[in-house]
């Protein structure tokens, strides 16, 4: 089943609606610091509501302590970015891909961006509005990613 990781997520409102979305899915989420807030932040855990015992939470201090863990279980790292070049909608997914998400303010850096398999983008129609919220970007890509293979019977 595809895994959403989070890398450097900053809001920790968006963060505990990620992880609400994750716990109903039973979708494992990894978040990846450093973060711009403590996993104790009463926000987050507000935002996630009394679902975190539902949730598969993995939490990396680092980028390379991420890649670790990745090198030992395999799959694809999907990179969402604006930057993207393939529109998610278009993307076949795999069970085990990661769909990768980069913080509120930045994005996913460049250096994680270069280590992606693919890059997708969410096509937005309105040319001013610069991206989505991420916990609903998040949101379109894990159901999108399910519904092809087949997880939402």
Known sequence: MPQVVLVNPQIP???GNIARTCAATDTELHLVGPLGFEISDRYLKRAGLDYWPYVKLHYHESLE???TVHHKRGGRWLGYSVAGNINYASFQFQADDWLLFGSETTGLP???LSHCDATLYIPMSQP???SLN???S???G???SR???GYLQ
């Open 110 to 112: 460049r250096d994680v």
């Open 134 to 136: 991420l916990s609903v």
């Open 138 to 140: 998040v949101a379109i």
């Open 65 to 67: 302590a991420f890649k």
């Open 147 to 149: 519904r092809q293979l």
């Open 142 to 144: 894990l159901f999108e």
């Open 13 to 15: 409102p968006n963060t």
């Open 128 to 130: 001013g509005v610069r």
